[in-house]
């Protein structure tokens, strides 16, 4: 079973980062023709840099837009924020002050992450429009995130797991030095949906983490006039 | 006319952007004439529908994907999260889901999944992937043209994705497989043969700017000029042909030409240039895009002017403000010292701040106005030195000019404002049924100012806003007079100097002699 895990975890880990690099990669080497900035638009970098850091951290547009989805949007990426953040003391030692203090925040933020993902689900049932553009997969995606929220807590709340000798088996795979993985059915659920989770991410639309970082109509200045903007359908210079 | 039992009156009370129930197929049958195989050669696309189309379209889409990050990042980004799904006016006004943004993208989606990626290889089903079948197809046809690339849904998606982007390249895909629209491609056409849209040649155009001359002087006294092809002139006016024939179009074009006169400027039209707008962003092409655009750089170099205004319309706005210098600058023969290029609420603004121009605003009392702010120029372009002066600048000129100015609804101007629903390539007859219904959003929100503020007319700064409401004004219960030009106002309240009317006006408020 460690060997199974253990061989998971690094084909995951490949994939996510190998993938990503390479979607990455590719978003950054194909070419913006025109300037296409929705406007209003900052009209410097300093403030496009802005506009992304309010995107991504408020999710400014999702605001003006739908009250209900930002609410139920914004709990579950900041509680997943979160949660991953407090996940940081198995992959770590010692562990950082920090990360030692965001414990208890870690554990409240499972329940926003989970229930912000309940309330996104409901919608696909319950609004009509919603219902309309989902698709098989929309509902995959959240059984699995759910799935990943649930096995976790169940471990905080109902039956723990060895989080000893857990902690020895991640920092085993991070240094090539293996340790047994626990043998508990919660925790193997656990970490083989994460490791699925990690797998679909560059072939899904969990790409949009990355994507929205190269959305031409957020990550452009509104600056045509005063300074040129040359794609490759300027004309050639002879 | 496409028959329509849509009845404007009948939907013009209500919230502006109330959502309606889904009416699934409610606009399937909504298509536009198809370009003849003489519209198609002259653009460089096949006459009719290719024998091997589903793999050039396939091929296409590929060559799209690759060439454009925004078309692949949001093709690929999309979650699904339904936060534009109420934001179109075609979907407001139909109810037809395959009209909200996300469904729109996903017609196109659909197929990219399929021939390009992992899950929609393997799994189809899943993750919503389609074979590029003739039904698939003629759905692209439809709905894609039912899409006036406003805009509004990449303001409110997290991700900005732009179904705008989205639509042009269906359209560009359609085209290249010998599948093209009527009305866009024949235009350019036009474009291309006589240098306008309208087709009017130049003998026909002189004529024209002469008869307005004469109706400016007899009107003002003042002999204001309209010039036509003047080598050596400062300013380059292009402005769309709309304007050199139509109400209430050249009324706009009449107060461009009082306020150049009394700016005191060499200014001069081009016959060449005989026209602003571009259908090449239209049909998503950007090789057409391209060669429109060129004739504005080629007329401005041989007419040696200095400085480049643009007159009002609205996605030519766009394509001069964010594309001119990509597509065929650099334009570094103009006077640097000014805006490359200006719109002409910038100019005539400008002149305003600088106290320069006089008014009678009581000119205008007849109208009680509101503004529209067409969707290219609120949410493409920009206007003046600071983002949003493309809201504030036209809404100044007005209220300069006018004694009675009422914004709409907020969330139906600015950047959340609701396009006139013509827009696009949209402008043709055959789908007046989809332009009425688009229309409904806008229409509504002008009732609640006509109730609440007597407003009686609404002010505009593109050509096909202008026509579109003057279409559709009187099927939702107004005077198809109540659209007017934004100059419109000026021409009517200015005071040129050594005009009657400064005359008039000077006498009529001299300190009384008591
Ligand atoms: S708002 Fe954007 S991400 Fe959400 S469904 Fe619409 S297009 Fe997709
Ligand atoms: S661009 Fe405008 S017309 Fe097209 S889908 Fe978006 S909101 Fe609708
Ligand atoms: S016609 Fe006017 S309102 Fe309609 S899309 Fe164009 S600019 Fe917008």
Redesign the pocket.
């Known amino acids: 079973m460690t060997a199974l895990y253990a061989g998971l975890f690094y084909v995951a880990t490949l994939v996510l980062v190998g993938g990503l690099a390479y979607r990455i990669a590719q978003y950054a080497r194909t070419p913006a023709p025109l300037k296409i900035p929705t406007t209003p638009a900052p009209i410097t970098r300093a403030g496009v840099v802005a506009r992304m850091f309010r995107e991504v951290t408020l999710f400014e547009s999702l605001f003006k837009s739908n009250k209900w989805i930002w609410v139920f949007g914004w709990m579950f990426h900041v509680g997943l924020a979160l949660v991953l953040f407090r996940h940081l003391r198995y992959f770590l030692q010692p562990v950082p002050e920090l990360v030692v203090l965001a414990q208890p925040a870690g554990v409240i933020a499972a329940f926003a992450m989970v229930g912000g993902l309940l309330a996104l689900w409901a919608r696909r049932f319950i609004v009509p429009r919603v219902r309309y553009i989902t698709n098989y997969s929309d509902h995959l995606i959240l059984a699995l995130l759910v799935a990943i929220g649930l096995s976790g807590m169940a471990m905080k709340f109902v039956a723990h797991t060895d989080i000893v000798s857990l902690k020895a088996f991640i920092l085993g795979l991070m240094y090539f030095d293996w340790r047994p993985l626990p043998q508990d059915p919660i925790l193997l659920v656990h970490l083989g949906l994460v490791a699925a989770l990690m797998i679909i991410f560059p072939f899904s639309k969990l790409l949009h983490a990355p994507g929205v970082f190269f959305s031409p109509t957020r990550n452009q200045a509104d600056d045509t006039r005063e300074r040129r903007y040359v794609s490759p359908l300027s004309p050639r210079k002879a | 006319m496409a028959p329509t039992k849509f009845n404007g009156k009948d939907h013009v009370h209500g919230d502006p952007i109330e959502i309606p129930p889904l009416a699934c197929g409610a606009m399937a049958d909504s298509k536009p004439f198809v370009a003849s195989p003489a519209m198609q050669k002259p653009l460089g696309f096949p006459g009719e529908l290719v024998d091997n189309w589903q793999e050039k379209a396939i091929n296409r889409l590929g060559e799209l994907v690759n060439g454009s990050r925004a078309l692949r990042v949001y093709l690929d980004s999309c979650v699904k999260c339904g936060a534009c799904t109420d934001?179109?006016?075609?979907f407001m006004g139909t109810g037809d889901p395959k009209n909200m943004?996300v469904a729109?993208q996903d017609l196109l989606r659909s197929v990219y999944r399929r021939y390009f990626t992992l899950g929609g290889k393997i799994a189809p089903k899943l993750v919503g992937a389609r074979d590029l079948t003739r039904d698939v197809l003629d759905e692209w046809y439809s709905y894609f043209h039912q899409?006036?690339?406003?805009?509004?849904?990449s303001v409110f998606c997290p991700y900005g994705i732009d179904?705008?982007e989205v639509?042009m390249a269906a359209r560009d895909i359609m085209d290249t497989i010998g599948l093209g629209q009527k009305y866009s491609n024949e235009i350019i056409g036009k474009v291309f043969n006589v240098g306008n849209n309208l087709g009017l040649p130049q003998k026909a155009l002189r004529a024209t700017l002469e008869s307005l001359e004469e109706e400016i002087e007899e009107d003002t006294g003042v002999p204001v000029k309209l010039p036509l092809d003047v080598k050596g002139a400062d300013i380059l006016l292009v402005t769309p042909s709309a304007d050199f024939f139509a109400s209430p179009h050249m009324e706009g074009l009449i107060g461009y030409a009082k306020v150049l006169h009394e700016a005191g400027v060499s200014w001069t039209l081009s016959s060449y240039a005989s026209e602003a707008a571009n259908f090449g962003m239209f049909v998503g092409s950007h090789e057409n895009m391209k060669k429109v655009a060129e004739r504005i750089r080629i007329a401005a170099e041989e007419l040696g002017v200095k400085r480049l205004v643009f007159g009002e319309c609205g996605h030519a706005w766009r394509v001069a403000y964010s594309f001119l210098n990509t597509l065929v600058g650099p334009l570094d023969f103009l006077d640097q010292n000014y805006p490359i290029p200006q719109h002409i609420c910038e100019f005539t603004n400008d002149l305003i701040e600088n106290g320069k121009l006089r008014f009678d605003k009581s000119k205008n009392d007849e109208f009680r106005l509101t503004f529209h702010d067409s969707c290219n120029v609120a949410r493409a372009s920009r206007m003046g030195d600071k983002p949003g002066g493309q809201f504030e600048i036209p809404r100044a000129i007005l209220r300069a000019t006018c004694n009675h100015f009422f914004d709409m609804a907020p969330e139906t101007i600015h950047e959340k404002t609701l396009?006139c629903g013509g827009g696009g390539g949209l402008l043709t007859d055959e789908l007046m049924d989809v332009r009425l219904k688009g229309a409904q959003p806008r229409m509504r929100a002008l009732q609640e100012v006509a109730e609440e503020h007597g407003v009686t007319h609404m002010a505009a700064i593109c050509a096909i806003c202008k026509a579109q409401f003057s279409k559709v004004l009187p099927q939702f219960g107004f005077d198809m007079e109540s659209i007017v030009s934004v100059h419109q106002m000026v021409s009517n309240a200015i005071l040129m100097t050594g005009s009657r009317q400064a005359e008039e006006y000077d006498a009529a408020h001299a300190a009384p002699v008591s």
């Open positions: 934001k179109c006016h075609y943004p729109r899409c006036s690339q406003c805009r509004r849904c179904t705008a639509s396009c």
